[in-house]
């Protein structure tokens, strides 16, 4: 299995514009997790889901943040209008049903000027 | 509430050099303990789980961890350190079905040679 997959690895963009990040999860895993880590906050929990439905979403900063998950194989999360201080790493990571450790994709650093 | 410690922020020793990295939690039943270790640009991976039964678990890359439940402490060990460990450690604790795992803030090994 090629593990969790996240998409861009890098990203740099300007104050105000979208941007959105994507996550493909291991198969036959049915939870996904998005967290952000700063050296500030560490690692944060944003938001997760449980078959494709969110479950809770507590931990999004504000409602410039979204994150869908239209099926089993494909999550997005977005923030429109970023800022810069939403400069961090951003990780998704899935959980199979029945299992309790949590799979981690490699992150995508996001940098907004 | 659920809460990890990791007491200390960084950690410098000597290729070669034994190893223990602290952790101490919060948690109203038995929990799920994790250990994950995060290289540079990479995500986190799993190194050890402990959830019942020997409270010795063996790791991978020849980490190990005791879970001491009189100490609420799940202390991670090396024996002999190799320079390819260095990285940040993040100790968590979980409950079953792994959807609330709450992470410590990490703690950053440095190996000198």
């Known amino acids: 299995d090629a593990g969790v997959i996240q998409s861009p690895r890098h990203e740099v963009t300007e104050m105000g514009q979208e941007v959105t990040l994507r996550c493909k999860p291991i198969?036959?895993?049915?939870?996904l997790f998005w967290y952000r880590q700063t050296m500030m906050r560490g690692l944060e929990l944003l938001i997760y889901?449980?078959?494709?439905?969110?479950?809770?979403d507590s931990g999004m900063p504000e409602d410039r943040f979204s994150a869908k998950m239209p099926n089993a194989s494909f999550s997005t999360l977005k923030i429109q209008p970023s800022e810069p201080r939403d400069s961090a790493v951003y990780f998704c990571?899935?959980?199979?049903?029945?299992?309790?450790?949590?799979?981690f994709g490699p992150g995508t650093r996001l940098t907004v000027l | 509430a659920q809460s990890v410690t990791q007491p200390d922020i960084h950690i410098t020793v000597s290729e070669g050099a034994s190893l223990e990295l602290r952790c101490n939690y919060s948690?109203?039943?038995?929990?799920?303990l994790f250990w994950y270790v995060q290289s540079p640009g990479q995500g986190l991976q799993l190194l050890l789980k402990?959830?019942?039964?020997?409270?010795l678990v063996q790791g991978i890359k020849g980490f190990e961890a005791e879970f001491k439940r009189s100490q609420s402490s799940f202390n991670l060990r090396k024996p002999s350190v190799h320079w390819s460990d260095a990285a940040e450690y993040f100790c968590?604790?979980?409950?079953?079905?792994?959807?609330?795992?709450?992470f410590g803030a990490g703690t950053r090994l440095f190996v000198k040679a």
């Open positions: 402990y959830f019942s039964g020997d409270t």
């Open positions: 948690y109203g039943a038995t929990p799920y």
């Open positions: 198969s036959g895993h049915n939870s």
């Open positions: 990571a899935t959980l199979a049903g029945g299992g309790n450790e949590q799979f």
């Open positions: 968590a604790v979980g409950s079953t079905g792994g959807f609330k795992t709450i």
């Open positions: 889901f449980n078959n494709n439905v969110p479950i809770d």
